[in-house]
């Protein structure tokens, strides 16, 4: 017992990140039950729309007054803000489409190479099959044509070869 409280009373020295990530961990998990409160993200600042009418419109004209000047600053600085919100934000929206546009292409690149690689497999895996049948056939037709001449063997090892490239071509065309 006396152990578990010196460890509790020692104070906790955080040195990197990871120790302060498993220790907000720690006090999460002793008490499951209590809800845990997640943070939303910023909001996204959105700016008036500019003024339709402006009630003030000053020129360069002498009589205008001194004050008159700050106004028109300020006019201008708030203009040029939400120009230049109005450019960030369509530059954003502009590299989150390239990203999203970018992802789908890495999905589709992916989807094809997995579908090749997929017909690979299913022609291997016939061509085991076929072989695996042809010597079933030559066996038996061995022992029933063994007194036929070489010269069938030859033409019929040439028609196997035909039929083979043709239930290939088959599957090619399937896929």
Do not use: W
Request: glycine share 2%; proline share 5%.
């Amino acid at each position: 017992m006396s152990d578990k409280e010196s460890e509790e009373k020692k104070p906790v020295v955080i040195k990197n990140a990871t120790d302060l990530q498993r220790l907000k961990l720690e006090k999460l998990m002793k008490n499951p039950d209590k809800p845990v409160i997640i943070p939303e993200g910023p909001k996204t600042k959105s700016l008036a729309p500019p003024p339709d009418f402006v009630r003030n419109v000053m020129g360069s004209s002498a009589g205008a007054g001194s004050g008159e000047f700050h106004v028109y600053r300020h006019l201008r600085r708030k203009e040029y803000a939400r120009q230049k919100f109005i450019q960030e934000k369509s530059e954003k929206e502009k590299l989150e489409e390239e990203y999203h546009r970018k992802i789908e292409e890495n999905k589709k690149n992916a989807e094809e190479k997995t579908a090749k690689k997929r017909a690979k497999r299913l022609k291997k895996k016939q061509k085991a099959k076929m072989k695996e049948k042809r010597p079933k056939k030559d066996n038996t037709s061995d022992n029933q044509k063994s007194s036929q001449s070489d010269t069938n063997d030859d033409d019929d090892s040439d028609k196997d070869e035909a039929t083979e490239c043709d239930n290939s071509k088959k599957a090619d065309n399937n896929l």
